[in-house]
């Protein structure tokens, strides 16, 4: 009788024993999925990003450098007109090529529209005279003065001016905008990651290195203005 008391005895034991540790693992397993988990910063993926943005605006400034420095003969120069007649842009009737160093060749799409495109141009205020090329109703040919010294220095100054708005903040592809972001967003995380540190060195390197290359870019410009 004795013996079958003590052998309930145990087994009762070892049960709540059993119970009491698979309590307390569930415990264990609660508090761990309740821990705050480390956030994962990757700085090869965020350098990468980076530089893709930095070289986007450094490709739209060397688009935009490339025109500047034809001596000004831009082809998008009429494209904020508007034909009062047709009441369409002029980008709606007509495109603009460059046609050598110093002209534009003007496409009309519609050939009756030629002299509605001839007028707008008239009017605007440019003193700019286009004329229609023999034996063809839809295209027109604009001469642009020939560079003097004061007409080259001018552009070289509009290219500096260009070199200012990309490098600062003017706008949202300029490369001090991307800077200013993208250390926004460090500043964010520098609390919660000792990575971070190194991620802004690394930026303000690539910075440095993306504005020399435009310095570069620009300086090449103005010579081959200047010459």
């Not at 079958?4 to 508090?31: D, E, L, M, Q, W």
């Not at 090529?97 to 030629?114: C, E, H, Q, W, Y």
């Amino acid at each position: 009788m004795f013996s079958r008391i003590g052998f309930v005895t145990r087994r009762i034991s070892s049960r709540c024993f059993s119970s009491t540790r698979f309590i307390s693992a569930k415990k264990n397993n609660a508090s761990r999925e309740a821990a705050p988990q480390m956030e994962v910063f990757d700085i090869k993926s965020y350098l990468d990003k980076t530089v893709k943005r930095y070289e986007t605006a450094v490709e739209l400034y060397k688009k935009k450098l490339a025109t500047k420095k034809l001596g000004g003969a831009d082809p998008n120069m009429f494209n904020h007109l508007t034909v009062e007649k047709l009441n369409s842009k002029f980008t709606d009737v007509a495109a603009t090529s460059m046609k050598g160093r110093n002209a534009l060749l003007i496409t009309v799409f519609d050939p009756k529209d030629t002299k509605h495109i001839i007028s707008t141009i008239l009017s605007s205020g440019m003193n700019i005279n286009p004329e229609r090329v023999p034996n063809n109703e839809q295209q027109l040919k604009v001469t642009l003065p020939p560079f003097t010294t004061e007409t080259r220095q001018a552009c070289c100054k509009e290219l500096k001016q260009l070199f200012e708005e990309y490098k600062g903040t003017g706008s949202k592809n300029s490369l001090g905008s991307i800077r200013s972001s993208v250390m926004k967003e460090m500043k964010a995380l520098q609390k919660k990651n000792d990575k971070v540190d190194k991620a802004i060195q690394d930026i303000e390197k690539l910075h440095k290195k993306y504005i020399d290359l435009m310095q570069d870019q620009l300086k090449q410009a103005q010579k081959n203005v200047m010459n």
